[in-house]
């Protein structure tokens, strides 16, 4: 059973171009990181929410996470060939550090 | 800051060999480590949990005694994969976490090649 719901799994867009990425659980958690992760390198992390509502934006990226706490969204606007990569949003329950992850969003951005 | 290094970045060894890799907290202590193995095109799927001083705790369907962990201080972690075997090949990935918050900082990844 996947606790946590990631889609698109594929996304091949055109250069300039808006997307939304969704993470969708019946659980709650107490925080959700959002990672993007290139071909042989580890994940890196783009952010963190914590609050109910929270909306976060990282120039060109804005995340939020919903008032439940169940889900989050990754909107990119305006997509360039640089945002191409692999997409993961995790979350965490409880004390114990660990972190669920989604499927992954594919991204590819063409020029 | 955050960083976390991984050792080596890539590995080929014969079938039945014993790999070793290394995840170190370069500027931050870490009381917990986490182990990952990542396939082509998938998402990652936890091994194993590593705190310094106490055993590991592994997930459902991980081999303990084929996947040795050693937390020995707060900023190393070792992952042995014992008699590796063609099916082990894969993308290994470490992550750590500090003494306060829940973010998680990820190591480069281990690619393990066996043959």
């Known amino acids: 059973t996947q606790l946590l719901e990631q889609s698109p799994q594929f996304l091949s867009i055109q250069e300039g171009e808006n997307l939304t990425v969704y993470c969708n659980s019946s659980s709650v958690f107490s925080s959700l990181q959002w990672y993007r992760q290139e071909p042989g390198e580890g994940p890196v992390l783009l952010v963190t929410?914590?609050?109910?509502?929270e909306v976060k934006k990282l120039k060109r990226l804005t995340f939020q996470f919903g008032d439940a706490r169940k889900d989050s969204s990754l909107h990119i606007t305006a997509a360039q060939p640089g945002d191409t990569g692999l997409y993961l949003c995790?979350?965490?329950?409880?004390?114990?550090?660990?972190?669920?992850f989604g499927q992954g969003t594919t991204l590819q951005v063409k020029p | 800051g955050a960083v976390v290094s991984q050792h080596p970045s890539w590995v080929i060894c014969k079938s039945g060999t014993s790999v070793k890799i290394e995840c170190r907290s370069l500027?931050?202590?870490?009381?917990?480590m986490f182990w990952y193995r990542q396939f082509p095109k998938q998402s990652l799927m936890l091994m194993a949990t590593?705190?310094?001083?106490?055993?590991?705790?592994?997930e459902q369907g991980v081999e303990k005694d084929k996947f040795l962990i050693n937390h020995a201080s707060l900023t190393l972690s070792t992952l042995t994969v014992t008699s590796a075997h063609p099916e082990d090949s894969s993308f290994y990935i470490c992550?750590?976490?500090?003494?306060?918050?829940?973010?998680?900082?990820f190591g480069p990844g281990t690619r393990l090649l066996v043959l």
């Open positions: 500027d931050f202590q870490a009381t917990t």
């Open positions: 590593s705190n310094e001083g106490s055993k590991a705790t592994y």
């Open positions: 995790a979350g965490a329950r409880g004390n114990t550090g660990k972190l669920i």
């Open positions: 929410v914590v609050t109910g509502g």
């Open positions: 992550s750590a976490r500090g003494l306060a918050g829940e973010t998680q900082y």
